[in-house]
Nanobody
Framework: QVQLVESGGGLVKAGDSLRLSCTASGRFNSRYNMGWFRQAPGKERKFVAGISANGANINYADSVKDRFIISREKDKNMVYLQMNNVNPDDAARYYC?????????????WGPGTLITVSS
């Protein structure tokens, strides 16, 4: 089993920036792709961003492209999501996951999520 724990959420104002972090433990393997999904109240969980194991392949949802940046430390068990120019549509619980780095993939492992609230 792999355990994932997210951090960095909270209350932000529209236009602000923040960074989410995710730490993996347990039977984590640095060859795993990793990514982020989000789920707003009453809506389905959706892919946000993903990064391949070696960092060479990165994908974003259209709604966050050019505002969010996903990254990971080589050979380490952490992935980050830098969120810039946040808007009210970004309010959701954000989940770290393995092993998807593109949409259309169903993750195997999830973290409990970290909540982001956006005030306008």
């Amino acid at each position: 089993q792999v355990q994932l724990v997210e951090s960095g959420g909270g209350l932000v104002k529209a236009g602000d920036s923040l960074r989410l972090s995710c730490t993996a433990s347990g039977r984590f393997n640095s060859r795993y792709n990793m990514g982020w999904f989000r789920q707003a109240p009453g809506k389905e969980r959706k892919f946000v961003a993903g990064i391949s194991a070696n960092g060479a392949n990165i994908n974003y949802a259209d709604s966050v492209k050019d505002r969010f940046i996903i990254s990971r430390e080589k050979d380490k068990n952490m992935v980050y999501l830098q969120m810039n120019n946040v808007n009210p549509d970004d309010a959701a619980r954000y989940y770290c996951e393995i092993p998807c780095f593109a949409s259309g993939c169903l993750p195997t492992y999830w973290g409990p999520g970290t909540l982001i609230t956006v005030s306008s």
